[in-house]
């Protein structure tokens, strides 16, 4: 997909995920014991050959540049074209500080690029597909505009607010709307899809003019009338990391042998930073239940239906059930964590408790000390 640019669009608000997103944007959360979010996107990219990619970064950007970087892991250090962070963006037009305020003081970019076509993806999303087959279908059928989206199974009313594709009777789009849980399934909206860079531009001056539209989605959904737009059913599920409980829920998901090998090898691989440490050490007291263990860990603990990233240590007594430890994370002696995420270095002190719920985690912030 040499005539194509890749955009992700991060920078979302980070206020629904507690304390972790204090230093880090959403994308940047850890993820599986050795990932972030952002790897499944920048791998699909890669997988896909599109080599010029644009990622809107927000603010906080020490933990995206120090594990992106200029992209080698993905193969986007290209002398040509290849990786591009754009920082947080403060704009002076009336939705400067939007999405469409984002692309449009960055439009001379587009403007001055040789690629026809723009591929744009939420990052939140964790997503594997093969592009190929939409990408010859924009072409082919001389599309403005190709949206994704999944027939989603939705009893329990967990994706409410999501948007909706409404379609006649003879199954034409006609509108976007709002799901609001009424039905058991309906066609999820995903946030990604391809638009023609001359409409992508268009629309941006559009919506920064008429001040009529916050982002891309809300910019096509307003023109439906003068675009010609496709849809494009996926064949790969899609799982949205929209909050702390969903961020939670996901990750307890990958302790299913078969959601973890659809997840991680399907539709190619998950890249990311490498880093060279040795394996994980267990303990003689150690006992692990159907956990995700990362390597240069020390366990000599109890742990049961956790993730345990990088160089977490685990001490003799100590037990974990249905919790969530980020990289270096110290858990004494004796100490119980129970439907727990802990940040970056946190340490919990020897005979401590805490416990939170599989609806509501508990959070401890990022080198938290916690003791009685």
Known sequence: MQDCIGIIIGGKSTDKFSSLCKTRPAYMLPFAGRYRLIDFTLSNLANNDLSNVILYGGGNLRSTLDHIGNGKSWELNRRRNGLIIFPEIKSSVANGNTEMGMFFETLKYFEDSREEYLYFVDPMAIDKEDLTKAYDRMRKEDLDVLLFYVEQEDSLGKYIGEKKLIFSEDENLIKIG??????????????????????????VK?????????????????????????????????????????????????????????LFYENGVVLTKSKDEPSTSYGENAKINNSLIANGCKIDGYVENS??????????????????????????????????ITDKGAIIKSEVSIAGSRTAPYVVEKYLVVEK
């Open 206 to 262: 559009k919506a920064v003019e008429n001040s009529d539209a916050k982002t891309l989605l809300e910019a096509i959904s307003n023109n439906m009338d003068e675009l010609k737009i496709g849809i494009y059913k996926q064949d790969s599920s899609v799982e949205l990391i929209r909050d702390l409980k969903s961020f939670y829920d996901v990750n307890m998901k990958l302790l299913n042998q078969d959601f973890y090998n659809k």
């Open 178 to 203: 709002t799901n609001l849980g009424t039905e058991e399934s309906f066609p999820m909206l995903i946030r990604e899809g391809f638009v023609k860079k001359e409409v992508f531009i268009k629309l």
């Open 307 to 340: 993730i345990i990233f990088r160089g977490v240590e685990i001490k003799s007594g100590a037990v974990i059930k249905n919790s969530i430890l980020f990289q270096n994370t110290v858990v004494e002696k004796d100490a119980v964590v129970v439907n727990t």
